[in-house]
């Protein structure tokens, strides 16, 4: 019986989440204009490099995996930074409302006759929350090491650059998205029946529940930050404009 315009949001959220999984689709599996030999610009979407098609500099683990199209570069990450993704509570929210309409709004009908909730296939899968957060940290230190090392000149020695800045500017993005997750704020306080008695972790613990009100816009945030650290890398590789440097 609502009157107002309740499809707009999930129309938004829709168009918003398809765009950004289409350009991603298409980047993973264009297998060139990843990488900036010159300053070493590594795009996340393909970090860690380990197919045999990677170049040798961007291959930091070695390249176990054949150059199959349907294998995409960082065929160790992407899966669970999906998975990561995919069992979000806020992304759980979203793509339950614009995608599945259960239900599309608040007090709007649910799109489905039955509901049962996260407790059957598949989405009884989105309990594993806890160990995708788990291996979006160390994918995350992987980010941030990419981005440490790119800060040198062709000729050696130290430079930095415009992809610099937006590189560490997706870093600082990311960990903030990633500690702002509410397995997170669990694991750092969650069963802490004394604070006084814990004054590390109860610091930690104000610092993740800061950042966890702002788990939607952080969401949102890094979506936009990986899309344009991408598409920078993309276009210096293939040489669309030069990178802008200020030191080096």
């Known amino acids: 019986m609502r009157t107002d315009r309740w499809w707009f949001p999930p129309l938004v959220t829709f168009v918003g989440l398809a765009a950004w999984v289409t350009y991603a689709t298409v980047r993973v ?19 860690p490099c380990i197919t045999d098609r990677c170049v040798p500099e961007a291959a930091l683990f070695g390249t176990p995996l054949p150059s199959f199209w349907l294998i995409p570069e960082a065929a160790f990450t992407l899966p669970f930074l999906l998975l990561f993704r995919l069992t979000c509570y806020y992304y759980r929210k979203a793509y339950y409302r614009a995608f599945w309409l259960s239900p599309p709004a608040c007090a709007v009908p649910d799109g489905h006759a039955r509901y049962t909730g996260e407790t059957r296939f598949p989405l009884i899968f989105q309990n594993a929350h806890r160990y995708a957060f788990y291996a979006a940290v ?47 704020r669990h694991i750092a306080g969650g069963r802490l029946k004394h604070f006084s008695k814990h004054p590390v972790r109860y610091r930690f ?41 200020f030191v080096g």
């Open 138 to 184: 160390i994918i995350s230190v992987i980010n941030t090491w990419d981005a440490i090392i790119a800060f040198h000149s062709p000729g050696g020695g130290f430079g930095f650059g415009l992809g610099n800045v937006i590189l560490v500017g997706n870093v600082v993005m990311l960990w903030a998205y990633t500690l702002s997750c509410h397995s997170c």
């Open 205 to 245: 613990w104000t610092f993740v529940s800061k950042l966890n009100t702002r788990h939607m816009q952080l969401a949102w945030i890094t979506l936009g930050t990986l899309a344009v650290t991408d598409f920078y890398v993309m276009a210096v590789s293939a040489e669309w404009f030069s990178d802008l440097r």
């Open 29 to 47: 599996f264009m297998h060139k204009w990843y990488f900036v030999e010159a300053y070493h610009y590594l795009t996340p979407f393909y970090s």
